[in-house]
């Protein structure tokens, strides 16, 4: 059944139609194997290929050369937030990371299992309502700084990489492919697929070759970043349907291209926050232009009758997904790659209703 609903979640989100069309076909049969992709084996080579061309279009998209590997792994960004202090720390070493964010917390705090984890910048004292100040140096020796791109509950962005002269990681998991980048300032980057790369379940990770060299030794296989490489990505029964949209998108991210998807994003962000920053009934949670996301928009309504009417506006309207992340409560419309540009001009027009029976 096809719903008109417009669904602003922070992820899952919305795949765009032609890439459910196509995923849909494919679970009839894909290609002429006889099989539906969902029960494609995954040592099949027409599943062998959708894993090489999906990395040679991370590679395309992501400027990035052959000193990458590009892997496809399972257990969400959490699972991320594990494995790399377990492959690149040990009890006697440090690492950095920062802290703008609940997730980016999140993985220090999985971290200090395995290192000593030294936190770069905080800004969580004022509920990460802005991007904390980066000192200009850094001690030599930690073996990384993590970084959280896109700080998806708060609605923050980093527009600029840090760069000090230590390997950085960065879990792009809300903002990778919106917009062109340089990905190669990162020695490690990654992405749970729920937001712009399709659906739960598939992780996206890019690591420089130089790095496998430095991993902790008698890990065990599933956790060790040197023996997902050697299998290709099937060390165990792969996420084919999952890694399959993840490729769908990725060739709709090139058809799109990066710049027209960025700009499309721009717009959609510049007019919600144009909307809040002149609104009597919203606050928006980040007042600093440059630090605001173009994924992820938080606000709260002045008062509880404005936010119960907002509610019921939106729930009549079919509008989803755009209550705050638990944790914060509010608003949050997440407005990632495939979110069209109309489906902000219905929000606007809902917020312009709200404002006649407020
Ligand atoms: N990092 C970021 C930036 C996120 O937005 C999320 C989830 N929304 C996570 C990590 C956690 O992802 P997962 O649920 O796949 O572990």
């Avoid at 969902?38 to 395309?60: C, G, N, Q, Y």
Wanted: hydrophobic fraction near 40%.
């Amino acid at each position: 059944m096809k719903t008109t609903n417009l669904n602003f979640s922070a992820g899952p989100t919305v795949l765009p139609p032609e890439v459910l069309e196509t995923f849909q076909d494919a679970v009839e049969q894909y290609l002429n194997t006889g099989y539906s992709i969902l029960s494609l084996p995954h040592r099949h080579k027409a599943f062998i290929d959708i894993i090489e061309e999906s990395k040679a279009l991370v590679r395309t998209l992501c400027q990035i050369d052959d000193s990458y590997e590009i892997l496809w792994m399972q257990g969400g960004a959490r699972m991320q937030f594990c494995m790399i202090p377990m492959n690149f720390l040990s009890p006697t070493t440090h690492a950095y990371y920062l802290d703008s964010g609940h997730w980016g917390h999140e993985a220090a705090a999985y971290a200090q299992h395995y290192g000593h984890i030294d936190i770069l910048a905080s800004s969580r004292q004022q509920q990460y309502n802005h991007l904390p100040t980066l000192p200009s140096e850094v001690l030599s020796g930690h073996k990384y700084l993590h970084i959280t791109t896109n700080n998806t509950i708060y609605g923050t962005q980093w527009h600029e990489l840090p760069t000090y002269n230590l390997p950085l990681i960065a879990d792009m998991s809300s903002d990778i492919l919106s917009k062109p980048q340089q990905y190669a300032d990162c020695d490690l980057f990654y992405a749970a697929a729920q937001k712009n790369l399709g659906t739960p379940g598939t992780t996206l990770v890019a690591i420089k070759k130089d790095l496998l060299q430095h991993i902790q030794p008698n890990l065990p296989p599933m956790m060790h970043y040197g023996h997902h490489v050697k299998e290709n990505s099937v060390l165990n029964t792969a996420n084919v349907s999952g890694i399959y949209i993840a490729l769908l998108m990725l060739r709709w991210i090139q058809q799109q291209t990066l710049p027209a998807l960025f700009a499309q994003n721009n717009e959609k962000a510049q007019l919600l926050y144009q909307h809040l920053d002149n609104s009597p009934h919203f606050i928006p949670y980040v007042t600093e232009p440059s630090h605001r996301s173009q994924m992820n928009i938080c606000f709260n309504a002045v008062n509880k009758d404005l936010e119960s009417k907002f509610i019921h506006l939106c729930a009549q309207n079919g509008i989803l997904g755009i209550e705050g992340h638990r944790s914060v409560g509010g608003f949050r419309v997440s407005l990632y790659n495939a979110v069209p540009l109309k489906w902000v001009h219905s929000l606007l027009d809902i917020m312009n209703h709200l404002a006649t029976i407020a």
